[in-house]
């Protein structure tokens, strides 16, 4: 499914006006009208409305679908922040007159304001511009106007007021509606953890409207919706059948990083699993898990057999920037096998640009991303499209730009976008985990040219793992505790 960020849709906003001569008032038009239709036949018992608007465009659509309720003989409260009988905005006078010519007169919102009752209420307060938190006279309308205790449905036009349409930020004083209509394409803020509970259902309206107006040079995100892995076994398998994966990493301490990449493979089922490594953090990962094969990284012959008999390798995690980490991404690029390079491997890409080659994955976040582009901050949340842009330009492959609303991109491909995940995931280990996870999807599917999609799929079912078991384990959520949740959807078993 396309998703488009706020950018995106006044972009195209703009040049469909252009194309079609449309105003301002036309297009608010031609919206209130898809709105006051789904409401009028997914709720046609309803007969008194109460309608709540801001002071942005979104209250623009609010007061148009006031009128057309009250055109209709429906009973209708329409509440306002603000009289915008004097606005120098000359759509907003004109759509505050337009209530007034049907005989709808809007309520200036004020502390004691006595509201009616109703059986259906519209949250057109706070559209797709609203960012931060919310400021007290919001915070005060909702919980009088739009109370999460509601007992009639509550239907946000376009996001619930609270939501932040791009980052899925969610300030928990925000509405809680029963239904969302989301104009045009569903934006990546409706999809995230809190944004799929503050929104209730999603409705996409006039959803092809702006399609026509896309340039070959826009790249709408795309996500999945339902990732699962599964594995079809037939009774007389064996172990090469299920993925050869080699894990390269923590030379010189960190051995919790590799352990945790392999182990969320093996708990997926991967059939072959070696580590390579120093010999000093041996120990540690056979106590994390007695059953892995350790091949010390100064073993040249045994480590060159390691990868010759591998399908996908991981490098990077429990990893430092040194001679030694060099050494060993050289060697992995060359066997031009597919390979998941993360952690401290990430921050040497420069000393290798020769060597990388389209079955590459980059696992970097925000800090990381930013070394392989050459600055010294981090990458804003804000600037995470941008970024991903110039990543997939320079580098060959799939690149995973991790945190909130994980982004994943390849050159001359559509963006992908993970929504899923919970702040309880923000802890270290997370991140190896995520490249386990990545190399057992992309070991059982290894077209190159679906080599994104699988990598989303990926991160994507790591962040639904990562809700199921927060559901259990709260905020102290750990990597480990992950594992048990690592459960395969069997299939075929003949």
Wanted: aromatic share 8%.
């Amino acid at each position: 499914m396309t998703i488009l960020t706020t950018t995106h849709i006044r972009g195209l906003e703009n040049r469909l006006k252009r194309h079609r001569a449309y105003t301002d008032i036309d297009l608010v038009s031609r919206v209130s009208q898809a709105c006051f239709q789904w409401l009028t036949t997914n709720y046609p018992d309803t007969r008194a409305w109460r309608v709540v608007c801001g002071q942005g465009f979104n209250a623009c659509d609010g007061l148009q679908i006031a009128c057309y309720a009250t055109l209709s003989g429906l009973s209708v409260e329409l509440v306002v922040m603000t009289d915008w009988s004097k606005h120098e905005n000359p759509v907003m006078r004109q759509l505050w007159q337009q209530c007034l010519d049907v005989g709808l007169k809007p309520n200036v919102y004020h502390t004691d304001y006595q509201h009616s009752s109703c059986d259906l209420i519209i949250d057109a307060l706070l559209g797709i511009g609203f960012q931060g938190r919310l400021t007290q006279p919001y915070v005060v309308m909702i919980q009088q106007l739009l109370p999460a205790d509601s007992t009639c449905p509550i239907t946000a036009i376009d996001v619930p007021s609270g939501l932040e349409a791009d980052t899925g930020a969610y300030d928990q004083l925000g509405v809680k509606a029963t239904d969302t209509l989301t104009i045009f394409s569903k934006k990546p803020g409706l999809l995230g953890y809190y944004g799929r509970q503050a929104a209730g259902d999603v409705h996409v309206l006039l959803a092809n409207e702006l399609e026509p107006f896309l340039t070959d040079e826009e790249q709408p995100l795309q996500y999945h919706s339902a990732p699962f892995f599964s594995q079809a076994r037939s009774m007389t398998s064996h172990k090469n059948l299920f993925g050869r994966i080699v894990f390269i990493g923590s030379f010189y301490g960190y051995p919790g990083a590799i352990s945790l990449a392999a182990k969320a493979a093996a708990r997926m089922g991967c059939g072959s699993i070696q580590i390579i490594t120093h010999q000093g953090s041996n120990a540690a990962i056979l106590r994390a898990y007695p059953s892995f094969i350790l091949t010390d990284i100064m073993d040249q012959e045994r480590v060159l057999s390691a990868l010759d008999d591998c399908d996908t390798i991981v490098i990077g995690p429990g990893l430092e920037p040194c001679d030694m980490t060099l050494m060993a991404l050289k060697l992995v690029l060359k066997t031009h096998k597919c390979c998941i390079i993360d952690a401290g491997c990430l921050r040497m890409l420069g000393a290798v640009e020769s060597l990388l080659h389209s079955r590459c994955i980059y696992t970097p976040h925000p800090g990381e991303a930013a070394a392989m582009l050459g600055t010294s901050d981090s990458i804003k949340v804000v600037h995470r499209l941008n970024a991903m842009s110039k990543l997939t330009e320079r580098y060959p492959g799939v690149c995973v730009l991790k945190g909130c609303m994980t982004l994943i991109g390849q050159s001359n491909q559509q963006t992908w976008l993970s929504p899923y995940g919970h702040h309880a995931m923000s802890v270290a280990g997370m991140g190896d985990l995520l490249t386990g996870i990545i190399a057992m999807f992309v070991s059982h599917n290894r077209d190159v040219g679906q080599l994104i999609s699988w990598v989303s799929e990926a991160v994507s079912y790591h962040g639904v793992v990562g809700e199921n078991a927060m559901k259990q384990h709260g905020i102290g959520l750990m990597p480990e505790d992950m594992l048990n949740h690592l459960i395969l959807k069997q299939v075929g078993s003949s």
